[in-house]
């Protein structure tokens, strides 16, 4: 059984930060590509940033170089570092594996956390 627990949102300002966690079941984190996506309101679910077993990574345009991504291969644990929060950055954020061939491939997800970036 596939378990995602995402957790570490909240309320910021702009220019804040967060860090995101996400505790994945072994059968889902191991060995996977793990990967960060948002939903904002009114739009469809997209995706964030990935990283690989071995922590290679990449990012959506809007996020690079303000997320920085990582894994815990040990605890089976996935990361998501947000800096210089912006408002266009407020979405329910989930985590799950990659999944080349789009998101619509991917059928289990946790309940996600909520950022809200907002003055």
């Known amino acids: 059984q596939v378990q995602l627990v995402e957790s570490g949102g909240g309320l910021v300002q702009p220019g804040g930060s967060l860090r995101l966690s996400c505790a994945a079941s072994?059968?889902?984190?191991?060995?996977?590509?793990m990967a960060w996506y948002r939903q904002a309101p009114g739009k469809e679910r997209e995706f964030v940033a990935f990283?690989?077993?071995?922590?290679?990574?990449y990012y959506a345009a809007s996020v690079k170089g303000r997320f920085t991504i990582s894994r815990d291969n040990a605890e089976n644990t996935l990361y998501l570092q947000m800096n210089s929060l912006k408002p266009e950055d407020t979405a329910v954020y989930y985590c799950?594996?990659?999944?080349?061939?789009?998101?619509?491939?991917?059928?289990?997800w946790g309940q996600g956390t909520q950022v809200t970036v907002s003055s």
């Open positions: 799950n594996r990659f999944s080349s061939v789009g998101i619509q491939s991917l059928t289990d």
């Open positions: 990283i690989n077993w071995s922590g290679g990574t």
């Open positions: 072994g059968n889902i984190f191991t060995r996977n590509t």
